[in-house]
């Protein structure tokens, strides 16, 4: 019984020691999107992404956060002699592992599934030019301020290949590729 008494008290320390935050906040910034392989020549494309993001802090150093943004991504793509704008919007839902020094900087990386919302392709002739799901993965560091304002730089790799169509000029074998810059507030709810 002194056994069992003491694992549970050993237990309950090893709970209240091992300390739980929880956040949640708005995000937003700017992407500079392209299309990698394959052999489709782009440029990069401006674009932005807006949502929201949950953290949940194990301790001081260790946090998941997922994340919901709208995002607008794409290239400027040459096709028959001009270059357009190939703009696709897609709900993103990256889910990032952080890791927090005790000076407010941090490093994460994680998976990324995003959902297309929208295209604008000035090709007419191109039906279905994304697919409907964005397989991706993502890296970034940044700074997080004692009050949860902060700033962060993600790259954004493609997993799945972003083209739907078949017999046109341009191979629909490549991957979004994206660089965000983003602006946060995670406001802390459980300390």
């Known amino acids: ?27 937003a910034g700017l992407n500079i999107s392209n299309y990698t392989g394959g052999d489709i020549e782009s440029d990069a494309l401006v674009g932005y992404h807006l949502g929201g993001l949950l953290n949940y802090g194990f301790g001081e150093v260790f946090s998941i956060q997922p994340e919901v943004l709208f995002s607008t991504q794409g290239a400027k793509v040459q096709s028959n002699g001009t270059k357009s704008e190939f ?32 295209s604008d392709v000035p090709d007419q002739s191109i039906n279905n030019f994304a697919k409907n799901l964005d397989l991706a993965a993502g890296a970034g560091l940044g700074y997080q301020s004692p009050i949860g304002l902060g700033a962060g730089l993600r790259y954004i790799a493609g997993l799945s290949k972003v083209g739907n169509f078949s017999g046109q000029p341009i191979n629909p074998d490549f991957k979004n590729s994206v660089i965000q810059a983003s602006i946060f507030w995670a406001i802390p709810l459980v300390k």
């Not at 002194?2 to 708005?26: H, R, V, W, Y």
């Not at 709900?91 to 927090?100: A, E, G, N, Q």
């Open 87 to 118: 703009k696709i919007s897609y709900i993103t839902i990256p889910v990032m592992l952080k890791f927090k020094t005790s000076g407010g900087f941090y490093v994460e990386f994680g998976p990324q599934v995003g959902f297309r919302a929208s």
């Open 1 to 27: 019984m002194k056994k069992l008494l003491f694992s549970a008290a050993l237990l309950l320390c090893a709970q209240f020691s091992f300390a739980q935050s929880f956040s949640i906040g708005p995000k």
